[in-house]
């Protein structure tokens, strides 16, 4: 922790509301008019510095926000296991920070100790099973607390995958205890560019296990073609996207949800903008008191 | 079997675009054979496009010198040899400027491995651990004896470079927002620090950078003023320490050890 700041009277989330991922742009405007939204997001990787004008910023806008922890380069998916320091870092900000929600996605990064910044494709086997399943009890070992497994967007799929991906997280979720976190953007995209029901996908994940849930934007493309979507989280969340989320708070209930926009970043009126139009979806939901996450 | 298809995938996402060799990686997917090389490239643009602007954001003012399409061009050499050896974006191009200054195409410019360097170094400083700064009072309530063997302990964020050209001007006319100058031969010392949370940046007098120097070396004062004394004999010693003071270069005070300081 660092001198000078409390978390004591730090605001918790109780009931499923939009949240907006924090982005640097951002950042002053959130400091100067605090303006109203149910939480913030941010991706670990970019406080794991051990000071600076970033981390207190964080500090600060924690006050008066619940604050989500939301991973992208632990590389749940390694076959060679998870980096140490990288884990440490992260328990490090999960104490300092004391997020609602800790996740992470199922996908890998990191090999042979080179970072490749993108979330990369899995084959969904039973040693996949085997080596997530055991990534996961390391992680939330290490932090003491449960996380959740985001769903990936992908553009290809492997010859070797045997188990559905639905399939493949409802099993992660009941032999490793994770959550889920959703990401309907991530269904349409992988259902369209995989030739994929997205509702059945849905339909077939565990709904009490899901904590949260994500919206974004995506482009389309062709290739030889057929459609390629590219999930690039630089637009507003797509009609289609909007029908999936309101269908899939039919199916599992409202969950916090987070409005994710990280390239071609709007003016901060727009994002909020976002989030209030999930937060109508939420509303026209039965309310329903969040349990710990 | 997890473990080899990363190893072939990892290989495949760091070679050139135009390079072939995916052969390999081909045969595991599933996608009726339709688009799979596309569908590949999609995620090796990712990578490399994504890594090539985290090195845009690290070294502004190097790209500018540089230009943009030469910047990017080395910066694609640069991912493929030495990828980011950690999953945190911030702590990536910590040897950019050494690689750089072993750049065939950029042997001409010398000055751009000098950029980059100072800019690296500012990068470091805005994440560097908070310390508070030493107090300049502390040295009232000191005894005139004790003063000459005292020596300082760095502020984390505290970074010394010595350059071969003049970079600050340049540097400086490019936060402005205006037309970069190549940077002049000729040494210049630039001294990074972060006494709060913005990060600052003076050049010093020769006899101030020897004195800053032996200090962050932990000699001691009477040690460091000989030092700036032998390179510029005219050196107000009180007025530079105390401008290390108030400026926040150092966070702690020790006694040296008598004689080794």
Redesign the interface.
């Known amino acids: 922790m660092s001198a000078g700041t409390s978390l004591v009277r730090s605001p918790e989330l109780a009931v499923a509301r939009a949240g907006v991922g924090l982005r640097h742009s951002h950042v002053q405007a959130f400091l100067e008019e605090r303006p109203e939204t149910g939480f913030l997001e941010v991706h670990s990787e970019n406080y794991m510095s051990d000071g600076g004008p970033r981390r207190r910023a964080l500090f600060e806008l924690r006050r008066d926000y619940p604050v989500s922890l939301h991973g992208v380069g632990l590389s749940l998916g390694s076959a060679e296991g998870l980096d140490p320091a990288h884990l440490d870092r992260l328990v490090r900000l999960n104490a300092d920070y004391e997020p609602f929600l800790v996740s992470e996605h199922l996908a890998w990064s990191v090999h042979q100790g080179a970072y490749l910044n993108d979330l990369l494709p899995l084959p969904y086997t039973q040693e996949t099973l085997d080596v997530v399943c055991r990534n996961i009890s390391r992680m939330q070992e290490a932090l003491g607390r449960r996380i959740l497994l985001e769903n990936p967007s992908s553009y290809l799929t492997f010859e070797a995958s045997s188990i559905p991906e639905a399939e493949f997280l409802a099993l992660v979720a009941e032999k490793s205890g994770c959550g889920l976190l959703l990401d309907v953007n991530n269904v349409y995209v992988s259902a369209v560019n995989h030739g994929l029901d997205a509702r059945a996908y849905i339909e077939a994940l565990p709904a009490a296990a899901v904590g949260e849930i994500h919206l974004a934007g995506h482009t389309r493309r062709e290739i030889e073609g057929q459609p390629l979507l590219i999930d690039d989280h630089g637009s507003r969340v797509s009609d289609p996207v909007w029908d999936l989320y309101r269908f899939t708070l039919g199916v599992i209930g409202p969950r916090p949800t987070l409005i994710e926009w990280d390239s071609a970043l709007p003016p901060l009126r727009v994002l909020l903008g976002e989030a209030a139009k999930a937060d109508a979806c939420l509303a026209a939901c039965v309310p329903e008191v969040l349990g710990a996450a | 079997?997890?473990?080899e298809?990363?190893?072939r995938?990892?290989e495949t996402?760091?070679r050139p675009p135009s390079q072939s060799g995916d052969r390999d990686v081909l045969?595991?997917?599933?996608?009726g054979g339709?688009?799979?090389a596309?569908?590949?490239a999609?995620?090796r643009t990712?990578?490399q496009a994504?890594?090539i602007e985290?090195l845009l954001a690290a070294f502004p003012v190097t790209a500018a010198l540089a230009g943009e399409k030469n910047f990017r061009f080395a910066a694609s050499r640069y991912l493929r040899g030495e990828?980011?050896?950690?999953?945190?974006?911030?702590a990536?191009g910590e040897g950019f400027a050494a690689w750089l200054a072993a750049f065939e195409p950029a042997a001409g410019q010398p000055w751009l491995a000098e950029m980059a360097r100072l800019e690296w170094a500012r990068n470091e400083a805005?994440?560097?651990?908070?310390?508070e700064p030493l107090d300049a009072q502390i040295l009232t309530r000191l005894s005139a004896d004790e003063i000459p063997e005292l020596a300082f302990v760095a502020h984390?964020a505290t970074r010394l470079l010595r350059f071969d050209y003049r970079l600050d001007r340049p540097w400086r006319l490019a936060q402005e927002g205006k037309t970069i100058p190549v940077p002049e031969a000729g040494e210049e010392s630039v001294l990074v620090r972060?006494p709060g949370?913005?990060v600052e940046q003076i050049v010093l007098s020769p006899g101030d950078a020897a004195m800053a120097a032996a200090l962050l070396d932990g000699r001691s004062l009477s040690k460091a003023a000989e030092a700036a004394l032998a390179v510029e004999a005219g050196l107000d010693l009180q007025a530079t320490l105390f401008g290390h003071l108030s400026g926040g270069t150092f966070s702690a005070f020790r006694r040296s050890d008598a004689g080794s300081g």
Request: proline share 6%.
């Open positions: 079997m997890l473990r298809m990363q190893t995938f990892a996402l760091l045969a595991d997917l599933d996608v339709i688009g799979g596309e569908r590949l999609v995620y990712n990578v994504s890594l985290v990828p980011p050896n950690q999953a945190r974006l911030l990536y805005l994440f560097a651990a908070d310390a984390p972060r949370l913005a």
